[in-house]
């Protein structure tokens, strides 16, 4: 790949595709906003480098600023910048364990927190994550998330069964395996993205919430991906209603440049000591100028509406192409929230396909994968994700109705054409 504007990238050679990655999320204002270009190009001409231990630059200080009104409750008031979604992660347990004295975490079955050694201990939705690094970090329980795949059901079960199946197990894992009194925190995506592109239900956060508050653990938030309007409002969360203790941000912060941050409420955070987080890049000056170009073009540029509009677009055209009766046995679902997306697959091989009531052996294999490889070729990029035949949509947020359209028309010539060439 050798360059970038807007909504489409450039690879040597001269292919040009329609990015609908956004490199995972990160890119969500298109390549080269040129509102975030300036601001990163001046920025270099000021300071670049002012490490967080010596001294603040401004940048960080305006970044907070912006950041305060868009939070999901006012009480999220405290911050802390980083590089990178996975170092967001660590200090976020970090957090919990240091500011309620107890050491366990629960994580989601699916879940994907990063590659670092703590990330990874909470990160269940790939083996190939962890695999041949054992031992991890300990004191680490899973439940499983309110999809359907994780409970062996099929895409038709209502959401308030899955809910309930989900904190069955919450309250069974608290009851068998680790106390309230040893744990410190519940990490969960509001949106699950590496494992599946899934929306949790509000119950469901709820749930949690609840269930927080009863034993005095702390709700850990991760919006790395679904953060920044992704999914129709600044923050998936605020769906729910449901207010995190501490929420993980990156990706589509700073549109590109390696930024991202915690954010708790001052009195966790005053109980840290003073060295307890820190880093030699943490909030690099260029990154956070970015930041607040992306703050406020997110308000001048009005995204959310684009992002509710142009979401209407996106799945009507993936349900007509559900409709279609040569395609409709191999769609499993569509689904999803605002600009982030989500089309599965059937499989004759799916993880435990065997007891799957949606294993379809009669179905080509590795259908996601093919698709992504057919768009390629016809001129649009996009990913596969999770254990299962699933690929996902993370269009520019500024993406206009004919490029949706024209993306979502190459996908449905790319399925037709991998389906039409049958088993293999």
């Not at 490199?23 to 509102?35: A, D, E, M, N, R």
């Not at 970044?63 to 200090?91: C, K």
């Not at 703590?118 to 329980?141: C, D, H, L, N, Q």
């Not at 992704?230 to 769906?239: D, P």
């Amino acid at each position: 790949m050798s360059s970038g504007n807007g909504s489409f990238v450039e690879y040597e050679g001269g292919k040009k595709l329609l990015d609908f990655t956004c490199g995972i999320g990160v890119t969500s204002l298109g390549h080269c906003h040129p509102k975030v270009t300036q601001a990163a190009v001046k920025q270099c001409h000021t300071i670049v480098h002012a490490q967080c231990s010596i001294a603040l630059h401004r940048p960080y200080l305006e970044l907070v600023e912006r950041l305060l009104p868009l939070m999901p409750d006012p009480s999220l008031d405290s911050f802390f910048f980083w590089t990178s979604g996975s170092e967001a992660i660590e200090a976020a347990m970090k957090m919990a364990r240091i500011t309620t004295g107890r050491q366990h975490i629960i994580c989601m079955q699916g879940g994907y927190h990063g590659r670092t050694y703590g990330a990874m201990a909470v990160t269940r939705s790939k083996t190939i994550y962890s695999e041949g690094t054992y031992p991890i970090m300990p004191g680490v329980f899973c439940i499983p998330y309110p999809y359907w795949h994780q409970h062996g059901l099929p895409p038709s079960t209502p959401s308030s069964l899955l809910v309930a199946q989900s904190l069955y197990q919450l309250d069974l894992l608290l009851a068998q395996q680790t106390s309230p009194k040893d744990t410190a925190a519940i990490i969960v995506e509001p949106f699950l993205g590496e494992g599946g592109y899934v929306q949790a239900a509000p119950e469901f956060l709820q749930g949690l919430r609840e269930v927080c508050d009863k034993h005095g653990m702390l709700l850990i938030v991760d919006e790395v991906q679904s953060g920044f309007a992704r999914t129709g409002k600044f923050f998936n969360i605020q769906y729910s209603g449901v207010c995190p203790d501490i929420m993980v941000i990156a990706k589509g912060m700073a549109n590109g440049y390696p930024l991202s941050g915690v954010v708790s409420r001052k009195e966790l955070t005053d109980k840290l000591q003073p060295g307890t987080l820190g880093g030699t890049y943490a909030g690099n000056a260029i990154a956070c100028a970015a930041a607040i170009a992306v703050a406020d073009a997110l308000i001048e540029e009005n995204i959310l509406s684009n992002v509710q509009a142009r979401s209407i677009d996106l799945f009507d055209a993936l349900e007509e192409l559900r409709a279609d009766p040569a395609i409709a046995p191999y769609i499993l679902d569509v689904r999803g929230t605002g600009l982030m997306a989500a089309v599965e697959f059937t499989s004759p091989c799916s993880p435990g396909a065997q007891y799957d009531p949606t294993a379809k052996a009669d179905s080509p294999k590795s259908l996601a994968w093919r698709v992504s490889q057919a768009c390629f070729a016809k001129g649009l990029l996009i990913l596969t994700t999770s254990a299962y035949e699933v690929i996902r949509f993370i269009p520019p947020l500024n993406i206009s109705e004919a490029e949706i359209k024209s993306g979502v028309a190459i996908f449905g010539e790319a399925v037709r054409q991998v389906i039409g060439e049958g088993l293999v």
